[in-house]
């Protein structure tokens, strides 16, 4: 079973028979006993998107799901295209089905990936939970503020805006948090 | 049409408080729903409502059945159960499910469609507007879930109107009722009946473990204007209260309480003239009570209540004199500026200027609490919310 507190971006459960995918999580709020979560998921039997409160207690039933690693190929307009690493076989994957995992990834990447086939087909992207990104643009950083309490907005070389702490600059290595965005910490 | 309503006793009586209230504010409306509640604590339930027995798993309560949520059950609620299926489920604060209800309501070969609610808890935060009435989730399509946030604005579920807060704040909104109150909570709370007279400021203690010692000179000070009583109500204030207060040599009447039940506790709430109050059910009530307040929010990590209180603060400064109102927030913001609570801990506030400036913010409060009334009574929003699901 999974309970509300794993469900991240990519996850897979089911309702009955519906299978649903979490394609984005819409905020994440302290509730009276654990976190209360808006999240939009989509139906892979219809096709169709829902935007949902989840409280914290839920239990969700598995799916059977094939895991493959792979790697970004290339990105065509709204689809990415991902590369077996076994069998060299390329599978397509629209944006929209990438939910905000799409903001992390460039084609320029060297980390594995899994993408998850239902019955046959690829539905989603799991990422590993701490990625490294590079900043591309960002205010100047404040040397000698390491609290990381402030924080300012950047801009990461796959186009994705993060807040991340004063005294991270252009081109400063950061590892992020993939579940929620946040910044872990740089990297050296 | 018959309701389950469940409730975990977390901690202290919060949570039973709000679900005692909402049962009774539910058996109030004028067509009531069949009440089941079911309590994991049922000590704390007769502590607020004495009438329950905690001995009794199955027991019937001013017209309610009220059931532990402990006993292996099904067996033993199967009378409950059978001719009258749990069909409508409200949760209350996510408390989850006894595993008996559970099976229940999941069983595959009931194809009936059940409704779950999950009544969040009290924040002034906008999220409870985005958050009212979200449909919700579990594993099963014959099983629907809703989020229902209670709040402080038009577009949440509001707050619980019970009828006996309601005839309190009735009583006490003229002077003459208001001593009639005073007279009658002093004679139930053995309190010398001087004490009770208009020309005493009362105030209530009902905060979390804290060094009152400023709290405490800044009541002291107040009372060289006019005489004092404080009330120090029964919980973690109450030791660092009284330790202060020994320690500033009993600079003004200090009275221990002892645990209230509940409809004793809201008449004080109404009867005072300041209080300090922390917990959900006691903000809401000293909120609408339109009597000035300052709430002591539950410390979290990274200071996070300070958010709760600064949306609290938003909700009420529109009616509010802005020069009124920004010592009021430099009051709740100093005394909820910490990252832990203990008898040592220490805030910066000074609490002398709201109380010397009480009766004028008083007009500010009693604004707001008509606005959270007119707001409407969440038991029925709750049940219109209900007949349009099920």
């Known amino acids: 079973m999974l309970v509300t507190s794993q469900l991240r971006v990519g996850s897979i459960f089911k309702v009955g028979k519906d299978v649903l995918v979490v394609q984005r999580m819409l905020g994440q709020k302290g509730g009276r006993n654990g976190m209360v979560t808006k999240m939009r998921v ?15 207690g839920e239990k969700f039933d598995e799916v059977d799901l094939d895991l493959h690693n792979m790697k970004l190929s290339y990105i065509d307009g709204d689809t990415y295209v991902f590369l077996d690493q076994t069998s060299f076989e390329q599978y397509e994957l629209a944006k929209d089905d990438l939910g905000d995992n799409a903001q992390y990834l460039t084609p320029e990447d060297d980390f594995d990936v899994e993408i998850t086939f239902y019955e046959g087909k690829p539905v989603g992207v799991v990422l590993p939970i701490a990625i490294d990104r ?21 801009t990461l070389d ?3 805006v993060v807040q991340v702490p004063l005294f991270c600059d252009i081109g400063t290595k950061i590892k992020l948090d993939t579940r929620d965005g946040s910044f872990i910490e740089r990297v050296k | 049409m018959t309701i389950d309503l469940l409730c975990k006793v977390v901690d202290n009586f919060g949570d039973i408080g709000v679900a005692y209230r909402l049962a009774r504010a539910l058996s109030e409306l004028d067509d009531p729903p069949t ?10 339930f007769n502590a607020l409502c004495p009438e329950v027995d905690p001995r009794q798993n199955v027991q019937l309560v001013r017209g ?5 949520w402990h006993a292996d059950a099904l067996m033993s609620y199967r009378s409950c159960y059978e001719r009258d299926p749990a069909r409508v489920v409200l949760e209350a604060f996510a408390c989850g499910r006894p595993e008996w209800l559970e099976t229940m309501l999941f069983d595959p070969a009931d194809l009936a469609t059940k409704t779950i609610i999950n009544i969040e808890y009290l924040t002034a935060e ?17 099983v629907r879930k809703y989020m229902f946030m209670p709040g402080f604005t038009a577009n949440t579920g509001g707050l619980i109107l019970d009828g006996h807060f309601l005839d309190s704040i009735g009583h006490g909104i003229d002077s003459r009722g208001r001593q009639a109150m005073r007279v009658e909570l002093a004679r139930r709370l053995g309190i010398a009946a001087e004490l009770a007279s208009e020309q005493h400021t009362w105030i209530v203690v009902f905060g979390y473990e804290r060094d009152y010692s400023r709290i405490v000179a800044d009541i002291a000070e107040f009372g060289r204007q006019r005489p004092v009583v404080v009330f120090a109500a ?23 309480l002892p645990f209230l039940e509940q409809l004793v506790w809201d008449a004080l709430l109404v009867a ?18 339109g009597r000035p307040f300052l709430w002591h929010a539950y410390p979290q990590d990274d200071a996070y209540q300070l958010v709760k209180v600064r949306a609290l603060l938003e909700r009420m400064a529109p009616y509010f004199a802005p020069d009124l109102f920004a010592p009021l927030r430099e009051t709740f913001i100093a005394f909820n500026d910490r990252t832990t609570d203990g008898p040592h801990v220490i805030g910066t506030e000074s609490i002398l200027p709201v109380l010397q400036a009480a009766s004028s913010l008083q007009t500010g409060f009693a604004g707001w609490s008509a606005v959270l009334a007119s707001n409407g009574n969440m038991a029925a929003h709750l049940m219109t919310c209900i007949h349009k699901i099920v």
């Open chain 1, 42 to 56: 989509k139906n892979l039997l219809t096709g169709g998107t829902s935007d949902l409160g989840l409280d914290s």
């Open chain 2, 272 to 289: 005072t003239d300041f209080s300090i109050v922390r917990g959900e059910d006691s903000l809401s009530r000293a909120a609408l009570s």
């Open chain 1, 134 to 154: 590079t900043i591309t643009y960002c205010e100047p950083g404040i040397k000698g503020d390491t609290s990381g309490k402030s924080t300012k907005p950047a």
């Open chain 2, 234 to 256: 029964n919980g973690k204030s109450q030791p660092c209260l009284e330790a202060a207060w020994q320690n500033a040599g009993r600079p003004f009447a200090l009275e221990r």
């Open chain 2, 35 to 44: 009440l089941r509640i079911i309590v994991d604590n049922l000590e704390a």
């Open chain 2, 126 to 142: 906008p999220y409870a507007d985005e958050f009212h009435l979200m449909p919700s989730l579990t594993r099963s399509p014959l």
């Open chain 1, 158 to 160: 796959s186009g994705y």
């Open chain 2, 64 to 68: 309610w059945t009220v059931l532990s």
